[in-house]
């Protein structure tokens, strides 16, 4: 697939095409959505237009869904505002993009040094996480729902290797969230750009590195065309959750049966999405050592104590911010000890020994 072919956004058939004429029945509930992703983007792209379509199909067209890729009725980041005041009924998106509103936004899709997939699926659905996330949601018109997860990303694509600290300084790096203000700590220019605009900022010099997603999405844009060094793992966003954000009043205005018809259609594209990352990634890694000459490289421990020494002080001015946000990440913070220290007996010990076993 040509790279410029899905970063145009140009409107083609299928899943992602529009699910209903403007003129439908009374009885019907009428479901525009707008995404922050280019159509037919593979991965992030492709996922909302299944998940689109995947809500009209299991409602057997009660509910009748329009489905916008970014720049085709609002710009990218120009989602939230459009669904809060309900001109749409829904975007896909990540939430971290509207931190500048309040930072308590940024725990609900991922934070440096945060939650993994499972230990993020674990806060939402039994340790409260769901529902601080309608408390924030709640004071802006909205509701939430988890609808995708890409795991634990990579660190990012650098135009040249990062050996220690000091050399993040002075580098105009796209990366959003809490993640960004990391970098800014530690001397970067953090820049936050919608994904049609990164490969050409990144090939034009405007920025120095950009993280993006994983392997299997990012071979698709071609970043390794002007940077070849590509670090690992993220701290940044270790298992960012999707979300399908609706305007409230529009929720409230479902009937249960709808309303639970959304949820499972979310929850089913949540495992979908990770699976389907999961499943992805290993081969398009090889591929872009192999055929693409990138330079696969790991943070040195010093690096990631950095990480971590910025991400505490960011953490500390996000808390400040107001009430909701410290009691956000005073729940976070618990949680990730709680279910973290589990996952390190259980999940991650398991992985290591057999995997130094099987020489993997």
Known sequence: MERRNFLRGAALAGAGATLAAPAIAQDKVELTIVS???RDFPGLGTSAQRLAARIQELSKGEIAVTYFAAGEKVGAFDSFDEVASGNSQAYIAADYYWKGK????????AVPFGFTYVEMNAWLNFKGGQELW????????????????????MGGWFNKEINSADDLKGLKMRIPGLGGDVMAKLGASPVSLPGSQIYENLVSGAIDATEWVGPYNDYFMKFYE??????YPGMH???GALSFGMNQAFWDGLSD?????????????HALQMEEANANNGSYLKRMIDENGVVLKEFSD???????EAADEVFEEARSHSDLAAK???????????IGGWMKLADISYSVKRNAYLDI
């Open 226 to 231: 002007a940077a070849k060094f590509y670090y």
């Open 257 to 269: 049966a709808h309303k639970q018809l959304i949820v499972a259609a979310t929850r089913e594209e």
């Open 36 to 38: 922050t992703w280019p």
């Open 102 to 109: 309040h930072p308590g936004w940024a725990y609900f899709t």
């Open 134 to 153: 309608d408390e924030i949601a709640g004071e802006f018109g909205l509701k939430c729902l988890p609808c995708g997860s890409t795991g634990c990303q």
């Open 302 to 308: 010093e690096i990631y104590d950095s990480f971590g």
């Open 237 to 239: 966003e270790p298992g």
């Open 328 to 338: 956000i990440d005073d729940s976070f913070r618990a949680a990730r000890a709680e």
